[in-house]
Nanobody
């Protein structure tokens, strides 16, 4: 099993910054992707940013130029630096990853418990 633990959420004013962290632990053999999703009240969960093991990244159009995803492979940790935050960024942010574990060659995806980000206007 793999456990994802997020931290760094909180309350910030419009234009402010936050940095989210997510650390994976458990029977990890390798990491394929790690990234961030978010879900606002009454909305579907959506992709925010993802970093693939080869180094490429994908961002939602709504966060391009404001958010930066990075990964520390030695620490099995992914970060999301969020700048110029807007009220519409308010949501629960979830860490997600696809891992190869000691169970075998298949990739399994796991989710963190979520961390609340609230941007006040």
């Amino acid at each position: 099993q793999v456990r994802l633990v997020e931290s760094g959420g909180g309350l910030v004013q419009t234009g402010g910054s936050l940095r989210l962290s997510c650390t994976a632990s458990g029977s990890i053999v390798s990491i394929n992707t790690m990234g961030w999703y978010r879900q606002a009240p009454g909305q579907q969960r959506e992709l925010v940013a993802v970093k693939i093991s080869g180094g490429s990244t994908n961002y939602a159009d709504s966060v391009k130029g404001r958010f930066t995803i990075s990964r520390d492979n030695a620490k099995n940790t992914v970060y999301l630096q969020m700048n110029s935050l807007k009220p519409e960024d308010t949501a629960v942010y979830y860490c997600n990853g696809y891992f190869r574990t000691e169970r075998g060659p298949r990739l399994y995806d796991y989710w963190g418990q979520g961390t609340q980000v609230t941007v006040s206007s």
